[in-house]
């Protein structure tokens, strides 16, 4: 044990004289391999034994790759070594986050928490209203989604910042999806049973992908592809919302740059110059609030009240000036009272059924996007654990609960931390446990009992700008330079996914981003570096010529470092790029008169993986390794890999002088093989 | 330099006292970076710096990348430092590598290729018919296709040993294909130019794909998915020649087990008692032919000629007996002559133009796979090299030229090395160079000038018995059993794509396959291994737990080894796998009362790439461990890896005591730190 290890004193390799004349190296079938390898070295370099890991049954593989696919978090930990009745109590709070702080609840944190919520519910009620036109449906639909699903989270959420309510994004999507089978204003009874409908579907899918643990499949939007995906989104938002900003009566329902734009300049003749002055006014107004949250987040109330404000001061506008205004399009009547029930407005039989599942799932996915990625925000500033599964049920049922009570699709916001999105708000506003959204659901309410009347007047204009001011944060451009600072790759997904939901559709865009994403992993798998590797004079490391200058190429070794897994995708590129480093390497010494080629050592400490192309591959090149009379090594062979080569026979060939648990060792034992016989 | 490296003489790091006080790991931005660190080391542990790699322009690594992806053979390697005539040489040699070979062609070679070449031509007569009947052409066409496309091959191609002519999976696919849509036997002109311009589309694919450099993408078809495909197509057109063995009149048109099933089962009354006794009297001595020269390869001749012999036979008991074998269907009467010229058979516009292009592509793309595959192999068993992008442009300008003579698909024998191929066979009978398809050539030429008259009396159930004979080695349940016992997943793939053709549809089954293959890749990305490695005492090698028996834990650290490059797949996962882990680990300690733990070292050598999620995981790990109060310390970061960290100033936090060359370093270095802080 207490053995000395591999010395290297010399620089020059081929001035070794100690030799190790005999290695075995266990590779017995059975479960104890790591037997002591009978190394009867005569010299202080001591060969270290490689051996097989210990053997693991085919079933216990699968569980554990399971495991690591579907339970990566092991959520259940908390239940390990727990009494009976804790364990009752633990899976009640599991279920049901609520339980675990309200027992704790107190007067401080109620204090907080009420502030925040009437902070978040001056917000939500403009931005409810406004989002609601976004998907084509009536404003008060807004207001009913910001009332019920923020109480069901509260109770099955385990996020305490979020800020529940309908998102822009998502009302996009919907709207624009709807709208292309079923017209909003000729079939208005049939289009709010599909956003019903596929609010329906979007909580089942949410709720679905959390029970089975297939949380991970959002992962695949990657952040690169989300930050263009919703930049093109708020680009098509906001200009959409020059109908109402301008003014205009007759607009498209498309929802590309290209019909948008021709919509607004056809209809140059509708533009009506006191909605446009107002309107501008009132955008300025809330843009400059915006900023100056964003520069002094202290001020964050500013922006936070700024949307009540434009609303309260242009209602009162409108209303006094309402027989010189005629032209300015208003809310007008909004019905009183609390949600009606909706469960008997679901739709389950038809053409356009189909339709509103693929809605449900795809402004399901969006907003699990954007919930889960705030949530995980705050639950990282604030340093406590998010179950992503866990999660998505609880939004998921909080949209299943909400398709009955005349709610659409509803989420927590985005998490660009100072767009206005209620989230950021609610965290400024110190929010410290989910009550902050009770509260706002309790304003709402009184809202909805009392206030409508007061939104009649309302004009269209002033949702439009309060709509552009939700969105220009998702613009993220400084994201976007960062992207195209670091990685190149992740920045053309970031403009495939702008470009192709601002021309072709969002649908089209967001499939594009997720190929490129996906394209980008096979690329990468697909086209593997092999690195030169040299010694660092002095010792036993060997590192990248390229990368470290003072590494020194070892006279007649090429030692290779193949950085990927070896698949079917890469196997034979592997050979054919393996070969060339030999030629390449031939010809160098033959150029520079160095001492000919006798051996090429394989690093395989990156190679975590192999399949049967793989060992093919590995097979293949021993045999052409053999033919040029080439040594071939692998060092470092991680334990699968070796279990596999071992298994189909490759391994046999490499026994003797082929396996090393280091470089260093097999540059040492192979050049003082070559001494004793040249 | 020559410096002694760090040692560890005791296995317990808690009684170490050296260290080093000063570490300045020099990360300048500069383009030489790799300036020596001033390490002002007291103890005989000396650390070795950790530097930036090279500055490389964004220009210089896409043209890397692109190379990497385009040219990984780097096949302009020849004409490097030649002198312009010979240049000029080379590169006529490079497009018709007949000037290769043809100027040093001797009487010996010719002498094999003779033999080869008519032992070939007694295989491809017989099978030419058999498969053109598979793709419901004429059996004139399929000897159409073994004479003009040999010819252009032996002109262009590069392979020695590869055997030209249809094949039964392309023939199979084209058929069904086609015959989905314009039934072969109501609208037979009409199927005849979709066939030709399929043939057309085929060709102008493969080529393009070569010229572009694409040939990647067929390694996207692994070998597992093809096993599968094969054996599923094999059994596919097995049953269907059931048809021709039984004395089926009326048959499915359909490709899938069940139609073709119930088609046999359901015209049980059409089944004619003499066909099936002649259909499996000689089906029965075709298979023995087969086993014995699987048995004997030396006794290739047995199954080479046991085609043309069982065509002479039954034509001849036809002949003889046709006044008694009145119902028995033959072939019929041929036109004799040359290939006519076929241009003018080409369908450019029209409503059945999509189908001709898609046909043409996916067969285009499964006889690409079995030309390359085949021709790979042989130049890996005769230790020449074959440029696949090459062989690709070679097979696609055969077919280019194919189709204006009456030609449809047609590629070199797929590899089965023991199957009935005609490639297998042109090896074993000693063929030296591509002249032996030239002498194939003219024995189909021969036949078609003179011996036409020959077939009239072929009945269709020997050709059924050909085609079975020929198909039997595609099913190669011995690959799939060594698939099953080295790589369940790639198992999984082949069952799928075995199953999809099946039950399903070709290309359905193709897709599957290919999205299985793909998965397989993401799944490895997505969800990475990560290993605890421990010390192997005496050294400092740091190898996983699991796998070196040996190896022991190193008090107060965790060594995790992350076994995958660091993507938006995997980012979260990793983060949450790596808590969990430092939560296992601090659990451990507690139970057995061990030194607390303190430091948490990333072994970063197997990630090998890094995207923008993957560095605000680093980030985020680096604070999350910052708040649990333990360092982190990253080892053998890898070039680009370290490039992006630096770039995005995530490297700063690691600046001091966080960039380790090796694990070893790391250790020695943070345990004497603590010494002297502690």
Partial sequence: MGTSLNRVEEEDYSSYTNSSDFISISLEDNNNTTKTATSTSKSSSELHPVCLPPHVTTWQKLNHRLREIFFPDDPLHIFKDQSWRRKLVLAFQYVFPILRWAPHYSLSLFRSDLIAGLTIASLAIPQGISYAKLANLQPIIGLYSSFVPPIVYSVLGSSRHIGIGP???????????????VSHSNKKDLYLELAFTST???????ASLGIFRLGFIIDFLSKATLIGFMAGAAVIVSLQQLKGLLGITHFTSDMELIPVLESVFNSIKEWKWETIVMGFCFLIFLLVAR??????????WVSAAAPLTSVILSSLLIFLLKSKLKHVSIIGHL????????????????????????????????????????????ASLHNYQVDGNKEMIAIGFMNIVGCCFSCYVTTGNYFFKWSFSRSAVNYNAGAKTIFSNI???????????????????????????????????????????????????????????????????????LAIAVGVSVFKIILHVTRPNTVVLGNIP???????????????????????????????????????????????????????NESALKCVILDMTAVTAIDTSGIDAISELKKNMDKRSLQLALVNLVGTVMEKLHQSKTLDSFRSKGLYLTVGEAVDDLSSSWKHWP
Wanted: glycine fraction near 6%; proline fraction near 4%; charge should be positive.
């Fill in 167 to 181: 998102v822009s994004v998502a009302s996009l999507v919907m709207g624009t999806m709807l709208d292309g089978e």
């Fill in 200 to 206: 329906l579907f979007a909580g089942l899918f949410q």
């Fill in 291 to 300: 900023f100056i949250s964003t520069r002094k987040p202290r001020l964050f």
């Fill in 335 to 378: 019905p009183k009272g609390v949600n009606p029930t909706s469960e008997n407005k679901l739709y389950f039989h038809g053409p356009h059924l189909q339709l509103a599942i693929k809605t449900g799932i795809i402004t399901g996915i969006l907003s699990l996007t954007e919930g889960i990625a705030v949530g995980r925000t705050f």
């Fill in 439 to 509: 509260v706002m659901a309790a304003t709402v309410l009184v809202t909805l009992l009392f206030l409508m009347p007061l939104f009649h007047y309302t004009p269209d204009f002033v949702l439009a700008a309060i709509i552009i001011t939700a969105v220009v944060g998702l613009v993220d451009y400084k994201a976007a330079l960062r992207l195209w600072k670091l990685d190149k790759l992740d920045f053309v997904a970031c403009c495939c996914s702008f470009f192709g939901v601002l021309f072709i559709s969002v649908q089209i865009g």
């Fill in 538 to 592: 002095g010792t036993q490391i060997f590192r990248s010529l390229n990368h470290y200058e003072n590494a020194t190429r070892v006279p007649s070794f090429l030692i290779l470092s193949i950085e990927s897994p070896i698949f079917f995708a890469n196997s034979l590129y592997l050979q054919e790029r393996i070969s060339r480093w030999v030629r390449g390497e031939e010809n160098r010494i033959r150029e520079n």
